[in-house]
Structure formats: structure tokens, C-alpha cells
């Protein structure tokens, strides 16, 4: 594969087209300072996809583009072609000779060309990925970039060599690959919260469903009412055309007397002309005042035409303009009504609106005050667990504990993180927290308990039990990932094998990553 030849129009310096070759052998541009030899390698870069301003030395992408001189008006476009031998098949393409397009106008717009169609930046890059000729491969070397190469920095030096190697294509898939991995996980997750959501509210759904069946009935009433009401309207419009056909019928039978009584008139006219011919050639003497004559019957012949086809343009439009009277007329009764129909519609949404805003300002109030009382549970919770902290549990949380609900219990578990393990053996005791089986207090026990390193028979066998028995990943990640930093990973690893033929693939995919199994 070898670089030909490369056309640049209208970028930076370069006002007129230039045509550059490049032969076999070694090709050299030389030339004074600001003669625009860094603009050769600049358009060569932009070309390529460069998308970066300050690589090509400018500050906005437009001011590549020719700004003019005081003799010369701006250019509306800049333009740069770059043509290829590809005689040997090392571009993926069937073609022989490749040529790469990119232009730019002065109102923002930008277009990709391969071969003079128009395509995508990521096909071009697609084309000449590994290949070493690219926007930022070795292939295009800058004076400022030796410098970066000979220090290493940013590890320049590693990245010309991957590129030579061809180590960064498989190095670009492979992030790409990752990131589709992240973006999956994180998607899977959201869809195991939704699905929790949806059953939550799946009677409401199914309620409103019934609402949407009705709805689509009525409009399906209302759909076959209105193609009957037009029906109607069609049927009278057909008899309005039969009676205006009529009509029609009745005009072309005149306009064929008016003809005909024209040709006889014209016929007679003809024989006068020939009675005048033969007077013509008795009496040379009023020749003169024949031709003149004969003139003016041929002018009032040309005017009777004219006069003839105004009035026949005359008629047809005022037919015209009755039938689109009388259309506007229909239109205007439609509109009419269609106006009064959506002002009834109006008002009743109207009325639905008030009712509902009514709806929201009461339960406007009923969150404020729930609210209220979520903070004060809020305070009273952290003072519990402030107080167990301190002297351990007592009366009063073991009262408070059998009236809450589990979002209240909760709170509370999550309060007393990073008490002591003796403190936790206690408040197990008086309120039974390994024997639970609710799943959300469960779990929220076994990683408190992990993390204060409190172990028990029970409360081991109390583990082994939840994690086989539970299989939704949002409890089965995080009392592993507690187990596995408070110093029971063996206990993790034993009890993940024996529970994970009964997991989800999802939930097994993230666990043998988390155990390295």
C-alpha cells in the first residue's frame, strides 16, 4: 500500500486546489517559513479523522477553513483527499485504489467520503486500523512528538510500539468488550430491582389496563360511528356530482348547436369569399377595395375565436369557483362543530384537572406529615442505638422492637454497625436476630454480625441456611463480600458451593468472580 497523491481546496493557506504526488522513492516538500509545509501534514491529519484543534493549531474547527485575503474572498468550504494504491489487498476493500474524503463548510456541517460515497469517521478508521496510518499513529511524526517519544512521556514510547505491532487494535477491542460487560451488569441489576417494583404493583397495573381495554372499546365505538357519519356525507356528495354531471351534459349539447351554427355561418362565408374572387377577376378595378374587405372579414374571424374561447375560460371558472364555494361552505359546517365538540372536551378536562389538583394538595399534606414522623422515628431509632452502643440492650429497645416494622428494624441494625461483638450476643439473645426469616433482616444481621467478627455455632449455621436458601444477588453480594473482609472467607467459599447450583446465572457469574471460583 503506498500514499499517491493528495488534493487539499480551501484549507487554511491553501485558497486554490493543489494536487501533490507522491512517486515512488522519497518525496520531500521544502520551502520558507509560513510557506505551508506544516499545513501539508496538518490536512493529511484532519483527513485521517483528526478531531482535536489544538493538534491541527488552531483554536476552533472552522478556522481551518480559508478565511480570505484583502484581495480574495473566504472560502464557503475546505476539502482534502487522500488516495491510496491498494494493489496488494492490504486494506480490507475490493477496491484497487482507495481514496478518503473529508469536507467541512462554514455553517458546521462535515461529511466522510470513501471512494466518493459518503460515510462514517468509524468506517475510515475501521478501514485503516492496524495499518499504522491514522490521526494518532507512527505513520505521521511531528517535530514535538520526537521529543515526547525520546522522554517517554505518557508513555509514548510503549504506545508507538503497540501501534507498530499492531497490539492497539486487540487492546481497543478489548476495552470496548469491558465496557459492554460493565454496561451489562449494571443493566442486569436494575432489571432484577424493576421486576421487584413491578410485582409490587402489578394489581394497580392490572386495574389500569382494565381502564386503557374500555378506553380503546370506546374509541373503537366511536372509529365505526364516524365512518358511518361519513358514509352519509359521501353518499349526498354522490348525488350532488350525478346532478352537476347533468348539467354538464346538458351545456355540451348547446355548445354543439352553437358550433354547428358556427361551420354554416363560416360555410356561408366561404361561398361570399368565392362569389368576391369571381367579381375579382371581372372587375380589376375594385381589386383594392376587395383585398381590404377580405381583410377585415379575417380579422372579425380571429376576434369571433378569441371572444369564443374567453368565454369558454370564463365559464369554466365560475363552475370552478361554485364547487369550491360550496366545499368551503362543508368545511366551514365541520369546523363548526369539530369546535364545539373540543370545547365540551375542554371543560370536562377541566373539571378532572381541579378534582385532581384537589387530589394532590391532600396528598401533599398526608407526605408532609408522614415526613414528620419518619423524622421523629428517625431520632428516636438513632437514640436506641446510641444507648445499646453505650449499656447494651434493655426493656425499652426490646418493647420498641416488637412494634416496628421492618423498614423501622432496619434502621436500627444499620444504627448499631460497629458495635461490639459482646454487645451483639446480647441484643441476638433478646431479640432472637439468627432465628429471623425475614429476608431483609436476615441479611442485614448476618453482615452487622460479620463485620463486628461475631461467631457462633448458630449464627453459622444461620448463614449457611440463608445464603442457600435466598437466591436474589441484592442479599446474596453483600453479606459474602462481609464475610470475605471479616476473616470467614473459608466459610464463604464453603457455603457458596454448596449453594450455587441452586443460583441464578447472573448471581453465579458475579459470586465465582467475588470468591475466585
Known sequence: MQLTQLEIKGFKSFGDKITIHFNEGVTAIVGPNGCGKSNVVDAIRWVLGEQSTRMLRSEKMENIIFNGTKTRKPSNLAEVSLSFDNTKNILPTEYSQVTITRKLYRTGESEYRLNDVQCRLKDITDLFLDTGIGSESYSIIEL????????????????????????????????????????????????????????KNLKTLENQAKKAERYYKLKEQYKELSVQLASFRIAGYRNALETLDKQEQNQNADKLGISSAIDTLEASLQHQKLAHLTQEKNLSTQQKAANEFIAKIRAYESDKKVNNEQLRFLEDKEARLKEE????????????????????????????????????????NNVDALREQQQSFRAH?????????????????????????????????QSIEGAPADALRVLDAALHLTETTNAELAAQWLQTAAK??????????????FLVRVGRRKFLTPTYEALLKNGQAELARSIYREARPGYHAVARGTLDALLNE
Open 144 to 199: 514535538k512528538m520526537i521529543d515526547e517519544i525520546i522522554a517517554n512521556k505518557e508513555n509514548s514510547r510503549r504506545a508507538l510500539f503497540e501501534e507498530a505491532s499492531g497490539i492497539s487494535k486487540y487492546k481497543l477491542r478489548k476495552k470496548q468488550t469491558f465496557s459492554k460487560l460493565k454496561d451489562t451488569e449494571a443493566d442486569l441489576s436494575r432489571v432484577e430491582d424493576i421486576l421487584f417494583e413491578i410485582d
Open 325 to 364: 364555494l360550496e366545499k368551503d361552505r362543508q368545511q366551514l359546517n365541520h369546523v363548526d362543530y369539530n369546535q364545539k365538540r373540543l370545547q365540551e372536551e375542554l371543560n370536562q378536562e377541566k373539571s378532572i384537572i381541579n378534582s385532581l389538583q384537589s387530589d394532590l394538595e391532600k396528598q401533599k
Open 381 to 413: 431509632v438513632d437514640a436506641l442505638a446510641k444507648e445499646f452502643k453505650a449499656n447494651g440492650a434493655n426493656a425499652t429497645l426490646t418493647a420498641a422492637w416488637a412494634e416496628w416494622s421492618t423498614h423501622e428494624r432496619l434502621r436500627l441494625l
Open 452 to 465: 463486628a467478627r461475631l461467631q457462633t455455632p448458630e449464627l453459622a449455621a444461620a448463614t449457611r441456611s
